[in-house]
């Protein structure tokens, strides 16, 4: 034990905190090793920036006069529909709802302009929307439709909450069949034309420590310029995934459950995305701080781009039908460099994950930490199939 | 050898015109056509991309001009928002040239209409409308 988290925030209340972005740590391990890199570093500080289409918020109305029950009824916000199947005045808005008279694929490929995600992002900056809600009406709800114009000031509450976010490792997508395909990881061109990821790679959160070792329930995190918590595995959680030797899982494996204040997000670090054939996603920001603990957290947190591999799966046929063939892996830092080799073929790569963006949430948290307005958290428990250093 | 891509945008009357042809018979240009939407009565546009000695070139613009067709250099056919724009690269791996890019080091996506086709193969790959179509 190096640290306890106590005295790394007790660090930066005294601003004497010492604080690396993943990235950099590759740098300073590779030049001072891994010992006396655990030795400064207090905290490292990781980001990425993606389409979550498990992503939405939910908010709580002023009622009006006299009361109407959402909960049971139907109700629509910009044109979408939001789901109402909980208390009076509690509503929620999934990034992927679409309005009912959007042609989606009708037109193929669709182009899905406009969705729950973009609701999202325009209450950030602003925007205001048509509330429809129409109920039964109850002897203590008498109210039977209630139109209003509302945006995010008018919220008693807005959260932000993802089922799932920041999965562990994912998937590189190509296409085998002759035609262009339209998927939520892009548009994939028949006959391998390219290869598409989504992951910060060395940046990733998840991959910096793949154990799961610093984070847990209750661990406090950047979520789209929020401060925001992680609540929960989440949905699709893997236990205990298959592991290279470095400890990095093979295939998809953890993911986390999260939640936020949407009051406090900042459009800088929330985009709505419309993917063409697809649907629409919400583009999140994630950050995650790993305490400093021990040697093995910043050893872990030294993973580089070309420690990171990836399957290679097929979306023509194969994910659709759920057939796992295994078409090969492929580094990071191979994707990374534009082009892979798939059986003698170079495809181009592009990426769903901008590793620009995900830096820069790096740097903002790292900034946070050292301005002494984010502090960390120790979890309540550990997720499923890991085990928390004992402080 | 001289090089220039450019939009010719011409009259109805046009239209039916062996335009293309003049340039390769009578000038001795090569021609590129990168997009072209024609209908009839209406105007129609092309950009091309024309090459050939430099006086050819010249000459050849100007036979356009004094028979109607508006000559425009292709100043932004298509257009990258910058501001709208996430940096993901999801772009990059269609486009055919190198007029959409990402910097090794700093993973920033830049374009370069210099290079581009204006196939807008990019277009539909962008999920953030920071990828816009002028033509
Ligand atoms: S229009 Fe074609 S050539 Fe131009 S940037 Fe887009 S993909 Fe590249
Ligand atoms: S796909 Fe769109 S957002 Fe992504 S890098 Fe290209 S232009 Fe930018």
């Known amino acids: 034990m190096l640290r306890t988290i106590d005295e790394i925030n007790d660090k930066i209340r005294s601003g004497k905190v010492v604080v690396a972005t993943a990235e950099e740590v590759v ?73 009912d008279d959007d042609p989606r694929n009708a037109v193929y490929p669709g182009l899905f302009k406009f969705g729950g995600a973009h609701i999202i992002e325009g209450l950030l900056k602003g925007e205001r929307y048509r509330l429809e809600v129409r109920n039964h009406g109850t002897d203590c709800y008498p109210r039977k439709e209630y139109f209003t114009e509302l945006g995010l000031d008018d919220f008693t509450q807005a959260t932000m909450f993802n089922p799932r976010n920041a999965y562990q490792l994912y998937n590189v997508a190509i296409n085998l069949n002759k035609k262009t395909i339209y998927t939520y990881m892009g548009v994939l061109k028949g006959n391998m034309g390219n290869a598409n990821y989504a992951t910060s790679g060395a940046l990733s959160p998840l991959l910096n420590d793949p154990k799961l070792r610093t984070v847990g329930i209750g661990t406090r995190v950047f979520l789209c ?143 946070r930490i050292k301005r002494g307005t984010f502090f960390l958290t120790r979890p309540v428990a550990a997720l499923p199939g890991a085990t928390l250093i004992d402080e | 050898m001289a090089k220039k891509k450019v939009v010719f945008s011409f009259p109805p009357r046009l239209i039916s015109e062996p335009i293309t042809y003049r340039l390769v018979k009578d000038f001795d240009l090569q021609v590129n056509i990168l997009r072209a939407m024609v209908s009839p009565r209406e105007r ?37 928002h910058p501001d709208l724009c996430v940096n993901c690269s999801a772009c990059t791996a269609l486009c055919p040239t190198d007029a959409l890019t990402v910097d090794s080091t700093t993973r920033e996506v830049s374009y370069d209409p210099a290079e581009c086709i204006l196939c807008e193969s990019c277009i539909p790959a962008c999920s953030y409308q920071a990828l816009e179509s002028q033509f």
């Not at chain 1, 009361?67 to 009824?73: D, N, R």
């Not at chain 1, 979408?80 to 990034?95: E, I, K, R």
Request: aromatic share 6%; net charge negative.
């Open chain 1, 27 to 99: 740098g300073l391990v590779q030049d001072q090793g891994v010992k006396q890199t655990a030795r400064q570093v207090d905290v490292v500080t990781t980001g990425t920036f993606g389409p979550m289409c498990s992503s939405g918020i939910y908010f709580n109305i002023a009622q009006s006069t006299p009361k109407i029950k959402c909960g049971g009824g139907r109700a629509s916000f910009g044109g979408v529909p939001l789901y109402a199947g909980w208390a009076a005045a509690d509503l929620l808005l999934g990034a992927t709802a679409l309005p």
């Open chain 1, 225 to 367: 310029g929020a401060e925001g918590y992680v609540v929960y595995p989440g949905t699709q959680h893997v236990p205990q995934p298959q592991r290279d030797d470095r400890g990095l899982p093979l295939f998809p494996s953890a993911t986390l459950a999260l939640v936020g204040d949407l009051k406090q997000m900042n459009p800088r670090w929330l985009r709505a995305a419309s993917i063409t054939g697809y649907g629409t996603s919400l583009a999140v920001a994630f950050g995650l701080p790993l305490p400093v603990l021990d040697e093995q957290v910043i050893a872990d947190a030294s993973v580089t781009d070309a420690d990171i591999t990836f399957p290679i799966v097929d979306y023509s046929q194969n994910y659709p039908l759920g057939r796992v063939v295994d078409l090969g892996r492929v580094s990071m830092a191979e994707l990374m460099s534009g082009r892979i080799e798939i059986n003698n073929k170079a495809v181009p790569t592009g990426s769903m994950t901008s590793r620009y963006q995900g830096r820069q949430v790096s740097l903002e948290l790292k900034e």
């Open chain 2, 44 to 80: 129609g546009r092309m950009v091309v991309e024309i090459s050939g000695r430099e006086q050819s070139l010249q000459d050849a613009l100007d036979y356009l001009i004094e028979h109607g067709v508006e000559v425009n250099a292709v100043v932004q056919e298509l257009r990258h």
